[in-house]
């Protein structure tokens, strides 16, 4: 019976760099020293002394023997597991700081394990990479334990198949069995004995990346999800807590935290129609279409700014591609009927219905291009008051495609609703790189924020 972790369903705001970097390095070292051990360039004992000699101290091989293996079998179930665990730890905190925990880690096990079997008289040897590998586990199980692993298994080599099983479920269960595994070995400096102290260095390192909110979990941490373990200082800290209220509103409406500027004032709600009591417009303003020359002219200009210099023809030729669809489409008597109908029912919750169903038959018909983009986005801050969401998406899809002055804005809500509601950073990625700055630099706090979220 083979059971084999194969991947997981854990967001990613960081490229596995390092976990893919650690892989082939285990690869290369094996497959180097068994050509070695074949052509005679490596006798047995030197490979012995690459691995953990607890009768004798070597610091060297604190470290060399992180990227040893017994066998094919040892070396592959290795690597799946830190593929899969290296993978949540490094999506949520970056390269760098992975592979820092993933050294450290495992150089201290050994060194740990290699003293004190000095100081018992051992003669036993240990290698691979499990405490290290298991350092993350535990990491993964304190900040990711309601995300799932997805399992391949084997049985009596004839039945084969996935299932899934949760964080939590699969670090509990692999612990009990190294306890186990401690206890009938009588205490013994095994390899079950390294995959408990690698899970001991790992749990407080986790613990102190919530406490001093250095990693977001965006509220699915053990810690958060749990709220009997926060009345412990020790395991839940007030800047912790401070972390986790700020997503907590991000959830509550993604589009409003969106708007907001530091300091929490959405101040610039009114100036662009956000309001749902705003005045009504002006006699110049009364036709909610976007206005044919004026688009085209926006166009025109904004292409040049979003160019930077660059003389970048095929920007400036979608641009003129959008200016002329919605020329095309204010062009069509239904659209000033449908936006007409729009705009009155956007008042209040009551009318929403209506609102909702006079954007459709306009998007159905190839129309809410040509809708202005200050009713537009009127339309998604009533979507948002309502807590409709999901309804809220195809408004700010719409007004980013116009790519006129509240393009970057309707971006930056977009990717929230992406991130914090349908949970998909990968469509976030996408919307994200949409987003450009020239032209909206109050947008800087927002965007960079985002930045550190969305996975690029």
């Given at each position: ?433 949409k987003i450009n700055l020239e032209r909206s630099s109050e947008l800087q706090p927002h965007y960079q924020q ?7």
């Amino acid at each position: 019976m083979i059971f084999v972790p194969v991947g997981t369903d854990a967001p990613l705001y960081h490229l596995p760099i390092t976990t893919v970097s650690l892989i082939v390095v285990n690869l290369v070292t094996f497959i180097g020293t068994l050509v070695a051990l074949y052509n005679g360039d490596l006798s047995p004992e030197g490979f012995e002394g690459l691995m953990v000699d607890m009768s004798t101290v070597n610091p060297v091989q604190w470290f060399t023997a992180l990227f040893m293996h017994a066998g094919p079998g040892h070396l592959l179930g290795n690597l799946a597991f830190l593929f899969v665990f290296g993978v949540v730890v490094e999506g949520k905190i970056g390269s760098l700081q992975t592979l820092g925990i993933y050294l450290s880690a495992g150089v201290l096990v050994n060194a740990i394990m290699q003293v004190v079997g000095f100081c018992v008289g051992s003669e036993a040897f240990l290698l691979g990479a499990s405490a290290a590998i298991s350092s993350l586990m535990i990491i993964a199980f304190f900040w990711a334990p309601e995300n799932e692993v997805t399992f391949w298994y084997w049985i009596m080599w004839i039945i084969a198949g996935t299932f899934e099983a949760r964080i939590l479920t699969v670090a509990i269960i692999y612990n009990v069995l190294d306890i186990a595994s401690v206890f009938l070995s009588g205490f013994g400096l095994s390899g079950s004995m390294g995959h408990l102290l690698g899970a001991a260095l790992g749990a407080p390192v986790a613990v102190w990346y919530l406490r001093t909110a250095r990693v977001d979990c965006e509220g699915w941490d053990l810690i958060t999800k749990n709220p009997w373990l926060q009345q412990y200082p020790i395991l839940y800290s007030e800047r912790q807590r401070q972390a986790n209220q700020a997503n907590e509103r991000q959830d509550a409406n993604p589009i409003e935290e969106a708007l907001r500027v530091t300091g929490g004032d959405v101040t610039l709600a009114g100036r662009i129609g956000m309001n749902s009591n705003q005045s009504k417009p002006s006699a110049s303003q009364s036709h909610p279409v976007a206005g044919s020359g004026a688009a085209e002219a926006r166009a025109s200009v904004q292409s040049r700014k979003r160019g930077f210099g660059r003389g970048d023809k095929q920007r400036v030729q979608t641009d003129a591609s959008i200016a002329k669809r919605i020329k095309q489409a204010q062009a069509d008597s239904r659209l000033g009927e449908l936006a007409s109908v729009f705009s009155q029912n956007l008042a209040g919750a009551a009318s929403l219905p209506s609102a909702n169903e006079a954007f459709r038959q306009a998007d159905a018909l190839g129309l809410s291009i040509g809708l202005s983009e200050d009713l537009l986005m009127r339309y998604a801050s009533a979507l948002s008051d309502a807590q409709q969401y999901m309804d809220a998406i195809r408004p700010l899809a719409v007004i980013l495609e116009q790519q006129q002055s509240l393009a970057n804005r309707a971006g930056i809500m977009l990717t929230r609703i992406q991130l914090q509601v349908m949970k998909r950073p990968d469509l976030a990625a996408k919307t994200f790189r949409k987003i450009n700055l020239e032209r909206s630099s109050e947008l800087q706090p927002h965007y960079q924020q985002l930045k550190s979220q969305v996975q690029m």
